[in-house]
């Protein structure tokens, strides 16, 4: 399976630090998506990075991915409390279906 | 505001009853799916529609029956559900990209709780 695997599970910061979170994959893919899902809602898309992209930065949010290890890593600096939610990491591979981890819940105190 | 609404928000139905959710999509999307979320379990994929035809069906029982009438609409009907099927369900679209699944678009669910 090429299912993603966040972790940690569950991660508490205080507000204005920076959370990091990883997510690691078993197969090849062609992408890999992070997701945000406040509690009870709908997922919303946060960033897409290409297997051939190392890098990629959003607003506060900063994505690596390392293909020949398998993994890749959300940052969000600056923390605050309107972050907490859920994270979630979603591979792709050609025109099969995302898969979804298991996702990290974040909460942010202030 | 994604683009993809869904009704109703919550429903409460006994195991005796037909209900449908309803997915709209208006984005242009040429994919539709449903997933099923549990509490303290991974996102489920249900079924997944592509230009209308169903492409996935990841062996959902027979109590959950989708329809994909056009591009914008998705339906899944529901008849004799389980307690266990009690779960927010999720509808999403996307647009095929030729580096690999675009990304996801979502609705805000439906919350079921089957009595």
């Known amino acids: 399976s090429q299912q993603g695997e966040e972790d940690p599970q569950a991660l508490s910061i205080q507000e204005g630090e920076n959370a990091t979170m990883n997510c690691s994959y078993k197969t090849s893919i062609n992408n890999l998506q992070w997701y945000r899902q406040n509690s009870g809602r709908g997922l919303v898309h946060l960033i897409l990075i290409r297997s051939n992209e190392r890098e990629k930065h959003s607003g506060r949010l900063r994505v690596t991915l390392d293909t020949s290890k398998k993994s890749s890593s959300l940052l969000i600096t600056a923390s605050r409390a309107a972050d907490t939610a859920s994270y979630f990491c979603a591979t792709g591979e050609g025109n099969t279906p995302l898969v979804f981890g298991k996702g990290t819940r974040l909460s942010v105190i202030a | 505001e994604t683009g993809v609404t869904q009704t109703p928000r919550h429903l409460v139905m006994g195991m005796t009853n037909k209900k449908s959710l309803k997915c709209e999509q208006h984005l242009g999307h040429n994919a539709m799916y449903w997933y099923k979320q549990s509490a303290k379990k991974p996102l489920e994929l249900m079924f997944v529609?592509?230009?209308?035809?169903r492409v996935e069906n990841n062996s959902v029982p027979s109590r959950f029956s989708p329809e994909c009438p056009n591009s914008s609409h998705l339906f899944l009907h529901l008849h004799t559900l389980q307690p266990e099927d009690s779960a927010l369900y999720l509808c999403a679209s996307s647009q095929g990209r030729q580096w690999g699944p675009g990304e996801q678009y979502f609705g805000p669910g439906t919350r079921l709780t089957v009595t």
């Open positions: 529609y592509s230009l209308e035809e």
